[in-house]
């Protein structure tokens, strides 16, 4: 889903942000991202987002390659990509619906088609009660999950959070990560950049990936909660497996679990 090879960012003026990374991140995996401040996380996460190239070496996600892609083909790739940041980012003078809404909107889905998914997103991220709240109405738990709504408003394969829980306090950092945790269960690969260390300790199952200096000095290479990789087309929608379970629970009363 995610491969680097060799790839080396100089940035104009600061020089080697990353010297010769490579490692894979398979379809469906969950990693975290650590190492200290300056280590080089946010590089790694806007070389996928292909927000910036690599100065050598190439990016791969899903099939598009930074060495070839189009300038055209970066709104697909985004499509395919949600992002998540430590600040949030959200609109504030937009609801909590309108702000999952717009990234809907920005794909030129229809009004017909936006308003149940809004509804379903904030439905699976806890938050349909306070869809009409703005940003400043909300905790920092409670921003991060609508942030974490809208990023996952367009399906994406892969999710990158960039130090989501840094912000937080240890009971919202946790649900946020239980959250992404559950969202990477129905098929989103997972890049999770953090120095958290309550995070790190708490969930040791999970592969880390770890960057000192622009070097990937640590690679546990295992995911030990990982299940099979769910295979989830480009494009699936990500809660349909959930929406399907509550259908038929609703529809088959009494008739217990299915076959
Ligand atoms: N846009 C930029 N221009 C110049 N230097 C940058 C830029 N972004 C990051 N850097 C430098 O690259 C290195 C890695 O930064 P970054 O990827 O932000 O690390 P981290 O996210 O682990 O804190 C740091 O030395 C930082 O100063
Ligand atoms: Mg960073």
Not at 70 to 80: D, G, S, V, Y
């Amino acid at each position: 889903m995610i491969r680097f090879r060799d790839v080396t960012k100089h940035y104009p003026r600061s020089g080697t942000a990353l010297g010769e990374v490579s490692f894979h991140v398979r379809k469906g995996e969950f990693v975290f991202l650590t190492g200290p401040s300056g280590a080089g996380k946010t590089t790694v996460l806007r070389l996928v987002h292909m927000e910036i190239a690599p100065t050598r070496g190439d990016v791969m996600v899903s099939r598009f390659s930074s060495s070839r892609i189009r300038r055209r083909e970066i709104p697909q790739l985004r499509r395919r990509v949600g992002f998540v940041f430590q600040d949030f980012r959200l609109l504030e003078r937009f609801t909590a619906e309108e702000n999952v809404a717009f990234a809907l909107q920005v794909t030129g889905a229809s009004r017909s088609e936006i308003k149940p998914k809004v509804h379903r997103l904030l439905d699976h991220v806890g938050l349909a009660p306070r869809a009409t709240a703005y940003p400043n109405e909300l905790s920092g738990g409670e921003r991060q999950r609508v942030a974490i709504a809208r990023a996952l408003a367009t399906d994406p394969l892969v999710l990158l959070a960039d130090e989501p829980t840094g912000n937080l306090d240890e009971r919202a950092s946790i649900g946020v990560f239980e959250l992404v945790r559950r969202v990477n269960g129905l098929g989103t690969a997972v890049v999770f950049a953090t120095h958290d260390a309550t995070l790190l300790r708490r969930y040791q199952d999970v592969r880390v990936l770890e960057l000192e200096g622009g070097r990937l000095v640590y690679d546990s290479g295992t995911d030990a909660a990982a299940r099979p990789p769910l295979r989830r087309a480009p494009g699936a929608p990500i809660f349909e497996l959930l929406d399907e379970k509550a259908a038929a629970s609703t529809a088959g009363e009494g008739a217990g679990p299915t076959a």
